[in-house]
């Protein structure tokens, strides 16, 4: 607390990232990233990178990495937005496209920085409810409403809402924009991407974080039509023109182009998923059915924030949630499979 701060600052309410703990030989099984590395062709287009051209500014319009972004999902450039990581495009987005007199609405259980972009852009929201067994209900999101967000596999609990659902709640409310956050679709849920075509109120947003293994990279992506795209450009070119350095761009295109390693290491993950799943049901935990890059899972018997110190204490990360409803619940990351066989020798010892 200081009196230099601005009312603003006094208000806040920060997000609180997963820990990044600088110990080795750890099990990182906390932030969803993904266990295997980039593309190598990825790598080689970062050290092309490495060259004097960095004394120039990077292109403010990102137009070869807009270009391949359009070419992937069959939608001209205007329909693309790119900035730095998707957290940053959600801020414009929240800035620009559902800041409005009626409120936002999203789920009760999501992504903990939709609260906090509401916070810093003082917009008000309503938290839906979601079903006892976790599961987002379209109807209750026909009701009056400035704008709506929700992820697609929810986060974190993993679970994939239809097309046909996703849908009916685009069409219900024409006069909204509503955002679907598709951080981890590529891990086995579909994509809204083919709506945008038919529906003006449709914005998807994307990450490089997570199925494309870059979180350390910071780029993030959102397509829709060309008017909400307008919006973003134009609060980003009143913030940043240049949140996308040389590197970002350079490594963000190539990993759009390597369609066959992302395909391998997707497909990896979801497999070494149904073999996780399958492992900690025979230890007697319960999870939830995912669609995503990690496990929402419970056991009736062990306290969830006892299982996690537990666990820390043999070196393996996982993140557990103090909320009501999800407090016995923790969230593990789909790691390698010899990540994930460690995690379970672990749990077998913990549990004896
Ligand atoms: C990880 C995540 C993001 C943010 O990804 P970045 O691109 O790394 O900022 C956005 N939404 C959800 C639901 C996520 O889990």
Redesign the pocket.
């Known amino acids: 607390m200081s009196r230099f701060w601005s009312k603003t600052v006094h208000q806040l309410t920060p997000y609180v990232p997963g820990e990044q703990p600088k110990l080795a030989n750890l099990v990182k099984l906390n932030t969803?990233e993904n266990p295997y590395g980039p593309s190598p062709k990825v790598l080689a287009a970062l050290k092309d990178a490495v060259s004097d051209d960095l004394r120039l500014y990077p292109d403010p319009r990102a137009e070869r990495l807009k270009d391949a972004i359009a070419g992937l999902h069959n939608v001209s450039p205007t329909h693309v937005f790119v900035g730095n990581?998707?957290?940053?495009v959600?801020a414009h987005v929240f800035h620009g496209l559902l800041k409005h007199d009626k409120p936002l609405l999203f789920p009760d259980i999501t992504?903990s920085?939709y609260p906090v972009y509401a916070g810093l852009y003082e917009i008000d929201y309503r938290a839906i409810p979601l079903t006892a067994d976790f599961h987002i209900r379209p109807d209750d999101y026909k009701v009056p409403n400035g704008g709506i967000i929700f992820?697609n596999p929810n986060?974190p609990t993993g679970i994939p809402l239809p097309l046909a659902s996703v849908e009916d709640i685009i069409a219900a409310n024409p006069d909204s924009v509503v955002v679907v956050?598709e951080?981890?679709v590529d891990f086995g849920a579909e994509s809204a991407i083919p709506l945008v075509a038919k529906y003006p109120n449709l914005l998807v947003?994307h990450?490089?974080?997570?199925s494309r293994s870059l979180?350390g990279l910071?780029?993030?992506f959102a397509i829709g039509h060309p008017d909400l795209i307008e919006a973003l450009e134009r609060i980003k070119d009143s913030f940043n023109s240049y949140p996308l350095d040389r590197f970002a761009l350079a490594g963000a295109t190539a990993a759009i182009e390597d369609t066959a390693y992302f395909a391998q290491t997707c497909a990896a993950v979801i497999k070494t998923r149904a073999a996780l799943v399958e492992e900690m049901s025979a230890l007697g935990f319960e999870t939830l059915p995912s669609a995503a890059n990690f496990i929402f899972t419970r056991h009736p018997q062990q306290d969830a924030a006892e299982l996690a110190a537990a666990l820390r204490s043999r070196s393996i990360i996982v993140r557990h949630f103090k909320n009501a409803r999800i407090d016995q619940f923790l969230r593990i990351t789909v790691g390698t499979n010899a990540e994930c066989t460690l995690l379970i020798s672990a749990l077998k010892k913990i549990l004896a």
Do not use: I
């Not at 990581?85 to 940053?88: K, R």
């Not at 990450?207 to 997570?210: D, L, N, R, V």
């Open positions: 969803n990581g998707s957290d940053e959600l992504y920085f992820p986060a956050d951080a981890y947003v990450t490089f974080s997570k979180a910071r780029a993030g």
